[in-house]
């Protein structure tokens, strides 16, 4: 079955700090995995993509098949970084599975 | 351009009443995706249509129910309410079946509350 795992609910770090939010899965096929962002009182939407290889807003994400990870990355946290992050993972195509989610607070 | 739009916003229902959620995609998604996201929970698929046929059932008991139109706006309906049934529902438009990677974009949901 499908899971995805992000191990901290919470998670601050100061302006200018690095920044890296976890997230590791469970599926025994090729998924799809995806970074989803929701900033305060907005909706909910598509940071980045495995499978785009892009760097968003300098946020990366590298796909880890070893380690089933997907940890979401930036060198320099900024104050408009702070936001709840859900990790996805999709194996058909027309669903997401979502992990529980890291609220992220970049302190100035 | 208008992006997915859910109504209404909130409702407040009783325990064993019946709720009816609407969903408008964007001009030109033929899918929607419904997800339910409790309270400190990540969004959990209800249901996906396409084409005004199901593609994809979550796992939700059979009093959930949804439905597309024609014009592929969508109702999700919840029958005999309980009190877990409370959280924020989402819908999720796409251009196509397979759309996780085709413009999948998402409503600002419908905030239910069961008393």
């Known amino acids: 079955a499908q899971r995805v795992t992000q191990p901290e609910k919470l998670l601050s770090v100061f302006k200018g700090a690095p920044v890296e939010l976890k997230c590791n899965y469970s599926y025994s096929g090729s998924p799809e995995l995806f970074w989803y962002v929701q900033y305060s009182r907005q909706r909910l939407q598509l940071l980045l993509r495995h499978i785009s290889r892009e760097s968003i807003k300098g946020f990366t994400a590298d796909l880890n098949k070893g380690e089933t990870s997907f940890h979401l990355k930036k060198p320099f946290a900024q104050e408009e970084d702070s936001a709840m992050y859900y990790c996805a993972l999709s194996s058909t195509g027309n669903q997401f599975y979502f992990g529980t989610g890291t609220s992220l607070t970049v302190i100035p | 351009d208008a992006g997915v739009t859910q109504s209404p916003t909130h409702l407040i229902k009783t325990r064993g009443q019946q709720v009816t959620l609407r969903c408008s995609p964007i001009?030109?998604?033929?899918?929607v995706s419904w997800y339910q996201q409790v309270l400190g929970q990540g969004p959990q698929f209800i249901f996906q249509y396409y084409e005004k046929e199901e593609r994809g059932r979550g796992n939700f008991p059979d009093r959930f129910s949804a439905r597309q139109f024609p014009n592929y706006s969508s109702e999700l309906n919840v029958n005999a309410l309980l009190l877990g049934d409370s959280a924020l529902y989402l819908c999720?438009?796409?251009?196509?079946?397979?759309?996780?990677?085709?413009?999948?974009?998402f409503g600002s949901g419908t905030r239910l509350t069961v008393v």
């Open positions: 999720a438009s796409s251009t196509t079946g397979q759309g996780v990677n085709y413009g999948y974009t």
């Open positions: 001009s030109g998604h033929k899918s």
